[in-house]
């Protein structure tokens, strides 16, 4: 991962209506957040948009995905047969 900063949002304010308030104390990030029926998200303010926000709920934790890359980027020949017997059964709308 490069140089970004991280910050941890806190939840400052759930409301009747189920929406959430987010808040980073260190860059001043503020979101409205909808979770059901359908995830919607406001911006209040952007805070710094170029931070890693992460936060967490009930022990549900949030951040953005660690990805690393494999020596190995071969696929072995059973998953290759595998791949080729599911993409058959695709209908790509020639």
Do not use: N
């Amino acid at each position: 991962m490069d140089h970004q900063s991280q910050h941890g949002m806190l939840l400052e304010t759930a409301h009747e209506s189920g929406a959430e308030e987010w808040l980073c104390p260190t860059c001043g990030r503020h979101l409205l957040v909808q979770w059901s029926p359908k995830f919607k998200k406001v911006v209040l303010s952007a805070g710094d948009e170029y931070a890693i926000h992460s936060g967490s709920k009930g022990g549900l934790i949030l951040s953005a995905p660690e990805i690393s890359e494999t020596d190995d980027q071969t696929l072995s020949d059973e998953l290759k047969s595998l791949l080729d017997d599911a993409l058959k059964e695709v209908d790509f709308g020639d």
